[in-house]
């Protein structure tokens, strides 16, 4: 994992405040958080915002979560995964893949576009459920944690129940903790 975390700072996918523009640190998304000592780039060559990660580095993260989720002699934990929109999707639909196949089915959310330029996890957009299944939900980076209880609420609405949320990088900024009190 050593290795791993050594390659994600190699390539670009993690830079300090030093790295920054002005030095002092990284803006996010949402202005009224503090300016992050730490930068993360999960995102791929082909996103519309071109990141770091090659298809190469996503299966070998994807490996390393799969291990993490699969419990061969255990009965199954969750019917489908599905991935918060949009980062967290080729992590979740590797993960998919990678389960033997009838054990999982992949859900795929939506996103809609809000007046302002915001957007908002809204919808299903592909495969097959029933009231009652059990989720598996990936993130690729939990910060405050907004569109991961976006993604929940949609599953909620289609009357199912996430199980687990497997997030690859955890930003310790809150994310979590909102996520536990939901």
Do not use: C
């Not at 089915?105 to 009652?132: D, N, Q, Y």
């Not at 939990?142 to 599953?155: C, D, K, M, N, W």
């Amino acid at each position: 994992q050593i290795q791993l975390a050594r390659r994600l700072f190699e390539i670009g996918v993690i830079k300090d405040k030093t790295q920054s523009l002005n030095g002092m640190g990284f803006a996010l998304k949402n202005p009224d958080l503090p300016l992050s000592p730490v930068y993360i780039d999960l995102g791929m060559p082909y996103d519309p915002k071109p990141g770091p990660v090659t298809l190469e580095l996503l299966r070998e993260i994807a490996e390393r979560l799969f291990q993490m989720t699969w419990y061969p002699t255990a009965l199954p934990r969750y019917q489908h995964i599905a991935g918060v929109p949009r980062g967290g999707e080729p992590y979740a639909r590797l993960l998919y893949e990678m389960h033997p196949k009838g054990h999982a089915s992949f859900l795929r959310l939506g996103k809609e576009e809000l007046p302002g330029g915001e957007r908002r996890v809204a919808g299903i957009l592909e495969g097959e459920w029933t009231r009652r299944d059990s989720v598996l939900l990936v993130e690729d980076v939990l910060t405050t944690g907004q569109s991961t209880r976006e993604a929940i609420h949609v599953i909620e609405s289609h009357q199912m129940n996430v199980r687990d949320i497997l997030v690859v990088v955890d930003r310790e900024q809150g994310g979590a903790e909102r996520l536990s009190e939901q």
